[in-house]
């Protein structure tokens, strides 16, 4: 038999029941009045701990977030055993870090426990498959048959990462590969976005060295909206590079040749290309977000911990004001939303997807439907 039983389904519909009786149900004003949507959260760390999602929901409510993407974390940091201490980063020692499945489903597990009402807030994404490995898509098929219904989207996919590439056992992906196409050809065919990490380059090459490889997926799936995390930097390539000077025209050209591409504006991307050493908003990035409104939005990247959540969302407030009130709504909230499929995707032929929340070919969701997420 290829795969393990299905869990009981008895047990999860148990734990759904009294679980929905035992947690507080969220009210609708936290989304009525929400500024933001947060598009890039990761519910644990590199070494898969995390708060549980009620902390996560709490920290939405007190800092005006609606609605959250939620990703695991695709790896795990390894305590070696040349090391005495437990690292607390992946960059605390030297050990490796490699892919890490079950990520996943930890996160699958902890929303199930939740209320629907509180459910209905998080937008679940997978990322537990290793993005060198045609087998990738098998592990996305059989996350929707575990949980159908569940998945939202796909990522976040890491790829070019500096010094977490360096310590990634195995290849090194790219977001060009087989694997990943095959990984791009199942999101195409069930409505979901990708959110990608791939640097735009090196630590040390200033020149978009790996921008093609995200242009040769944006051009093959065309139907594949692409999520651009941290629109390629990273705080590692500003350390080495400084300021990118190609970055704006490069993401500038990408955008225009390729209607599939989303930019994720999360932290490494705020500072120094959106605010300036001042703070203030630099007008060519104003200048580009105001030009593709329905593009780009926001993030806080934490992982697994949310006291900062507020704090994180309201540094993007000087760029934002500095937008049209209009296209900062966007921005701030409605343009992560707008890439969502209506319902999470479901199996082809697998009898439970008669569930309510499981509906087959469901449509991309437009941006005019976002407006159903603040009723
Ligand atoms: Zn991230």
């Known amino acids: 038999m290829p795969y393990p039983p299905l869990p009981a389904v008895a047990t999860r519909a148990l734990r759904l029941i009294f679980g929905a009786l035992l947690l507080p149900v969220i009210t609708a004003t936290a989304s009525e009045e929400a500024r933001y949507t947060d598009s890039h959260l990761h519910t644990v760390d590199f070494f898969q701990q995390g708060a549980p999602l009620e902390t996560l929901l709490s920290a939405m409510d007190a800092a005006g977030v609606g609605n959250a993407m939620v990703s695991g974390m695709p790896l795990m940091k390894k305590w070696h055993e040349n090391e005495p201490k437990r690292p607390d980063t992946y960059a605390g020692d030297d050990a490796g870090v490699y892919w890490f499945s079950a990520t996943d489903a930890y996160l699958a597990e902890s929303l199930e426990a939740l209320a629907p009402a509180q459910r209905d807030r998080l937008h679940p994404f997978l990322s537990g498959f290793n993005p060198t490995d045609k087998n ?100 590692t390539l500003h350390r080495h590079q400084g300021t990118m000077a190609f970055l704006l025209p490069e993401i500038t050209r990408i955008l225009e040749t390729y ?117």
């Open 136 to 235: 990738a898509d098998l592990h996305l098929q059989k996350m929707t048959e575990l949980y159908p219904g569940l998945w939202q989207g796909i990522g976040e996919v890491i790829t070019r990462h500096d010094d977490l590439t360096a310590l990634t056992e195995g290849e090194t992906p790219r977001a060009n590969s087989d694997a990943m196409f095959r990984v791009y050809r199942y999101a195409g065919h069930n409505g979901l976005p990708v959110l990608l990490h791939s640097n735009i380059t090196s630590k040390r090459e200033r020149n978009p060295l790996y921008a093609g490889e995200v242009e040769a997926a944006l051009a093959r799936f065309p139907d594949v909206n692409i999520i651009w995390a941290h629109a390629g930097t990273s705080k």
């Open 259 to 375: 209607p599939n591409l989303y930019i994720d504006l999360s932290w490494s991307v705020l500072r120094p290309y959106l605010l300036d050493s001042n703070d203030q908003p630099v007008s060519g990035w104003v200048a580009l977000v105001s030009r593709f409104p329905d593009r780009f939005m926001i993030g806080s990247d934490l992982l697994g911990k949310y006291g900062r959540l507020g704090e994180k969302l309201a540094e993007f407030e000087p760029f934002l004001q500095a937008l049209p009130k209009e296209v900062a709504h966007q921005v701030a909230r409605g343009n992560f939303l707008a890439l969502l499929p209506t319902r999470g995707v479901c199996p082809q032929h697998v009898a439970r997807c008669s569930q309510a929340r499981c509906v087959q070919g469901t449509p991309k969701r437009r941006l005019a439907d976002v407006a159903a997420y603040f009723r």
